[in-house]
């Protein structure tokens, strides 16, 4: 079992950055895809951005494309998400995941970091 716990998430205003973190305990997850997904009140959960294990390939939504980074350190078991030019309708709950399945599914989530952005 992975345990994912995220960090950093906070209040910002339009336009500012911040940086989440997700540290991974219980298992190393160097060989898994790593995610980042949001859920805004009311809203249905959704993908923000993928990273493949050795960091080669990643996906975005279109709505964060040129804003948002993701990386990570595996020698560190962590993975981050780099927010800039931040927009009120980022406001969301972050939550990081883990996919031993090549993203086709995600098998282990941590409990989330609350962002909200001010107009």
């Known amino acids: 079992q992975a345990q994912l716990i995220e960090s950093g998430g906070g209040l910002v205003q339009a336009g500012g950055s911040l940086r989440l973190s997700c540290a991974a305990s219980g298992r190393t997850v160097s060989t898994y895809t790593m995610g980042w997904f949001r859920q805004a009140p009311g809203k249905e959960r959704e993908f923000v951005a993928s990273?493949?294990?050795?960091?080669?390939?990643?996906h975005y939504a279109d709505s964060v494309k040129g804003r948002f980074t993701i990386s990570r350190d595996n020698g560190k078991n962590t993975v981050s998400l780099q927010m800039n030019s931040l927009r009120p309708e980022d406001t969301a709950v972050y939550y990081c995941?883990?996919?031993?399945?090549?993203?086709?599914?995600?098998?282990?989530w941590g409990q989330g970091t609350q962002v909200t952005v001010s107009s």
């Open positions: 990273i493949n294990w050795n960091s080669v390939i990643t």
């Open positions: 995941a883990a996919s031993t399945t090549f993203a086709r599914s995600y098998d282990y």
